[in-house]
Nanobody, 122 residues
Framework: QVQLVESGGGLVQAGGSLRLSCTASSRSSSSDTMAWFRQAPGKEREFVATTGWSSSAIYADSVKNRFTISTDNAKNTVYLQMNSLKPEDTAVYYC????????????????WGQGTQVTVSS
């Protein structure tokens, strides 16, 4: 069982930046894939970005060139650096882990964090 704990959310003005962190209680395999999803009010949860501990990142088109996902293997932590934030980025952000490389579908992820709120004001 992997436990994930997110942090770093908050309130920021449009154009600002935030960095989210997600620390896993354990890393069962070097092939694990980590991801960020988000859910805006009244909308379904959607894919944001994913990366493996030693593989390249994949981004949703809506965040490409603004968000960067990265990992710190020694700390079992995945980060989401969010720049040039827009009001439409407002959502609860969740991290998740799977063994499926490059997975974007929520159903592929068995382990989830509790979520952290990001609010971008205009």
């Amino acid at each position: 069982q992997v436990q994930l704990v997110e942090s770093g959310g908050g309130l920021v003005q449009a154009g600002g930046s935030l960095r989210l962190s997600c620390t896993a209680s354990s890393r069962s395999s070097s092939s694990d894939t980590m991801a960020w999803f988000r859910q805006a009010p009244g909308k379904e949860r959607e894919f944001v970005a994913t990366t493996g501990w030693s593989s390249s990142a994949i981004y949703a088109d809506s965040v490409k060139n603004r968000f960067t996902i990265s990992t710190d293997n020694a700390k079992n932590t995945v980060y989401l650096q969010m720049n040039s934030l827009k009001p439409e980025d407002t959502a609860v952000y969740y991290c998740a882990v799977t063994r499926v490389p490059g997975a974007r579908a929520q159903l592929a992820y068995p382990y989830w964090g509790q979520g952290t709120q990001v609010t971008v004001s205009s």
